[in-house]
């Protein structure tokens, strides 16, 4: 069984960038086909934000964060990080960690995802 450990998260201004890292024990993340990130605002569903796949070169992003976040393997250290730059209060959410093998066409699916980290606060002010 994997565990997810999320890091990173914090306030920052509008304009700002953070960087959030997921680090798996137990497992590697060779072992799933799928890496996400999701978030969750107060009141609102969660939301799928990045994924990439097994192999590292497919990447997937919601339009709302394409341009802005990159999501990248850190195989030698068993790591995936989301690289998020000019950051919007609109983003302001609790951000978690996932994996699991969820065919391409479903991986924004949070539903076909096995595993969750425990989330980290990311918050953006004006």
């Known amino acids: 069984q994997v565990q997810l450990v999320e890091s990173g998260g914090g306030s920052v201004q509008a304009g700002g960038s953070l960087s959030l890292s997921c680090r798996a024990s137990?497992?590697?993340?060779?072992?799933?086909?799928?890496v996400a990130w999701f978030r969750q605002a107060p009141g609102k569903d969660r939301e799928f934000v990045a994924a990439v796949r097994r192999s590292g070169g497919y990447k997937y992003y919601a339009d709302s964060v394409k341009g802005r976040f990159t999501i990248f393997r850190n195989n030698a250290e068993n790591m995936v990080n989301l690289q998020m730059n000019t950051l919007k209060p609109e983003d302001t959410a609790v951000y978690y960690c996932a994996v699991g093998s969820p065919i391409l066409s479903a991986i924004r699916d949070s539903n076909l995802y096995t595993t969750w980290g425990q989330g980290t606060q990311v918050t953006v002010s004006f």
């Open positions: 137990g497992r590697t993340f060779s072992s799933y086909g799928s």
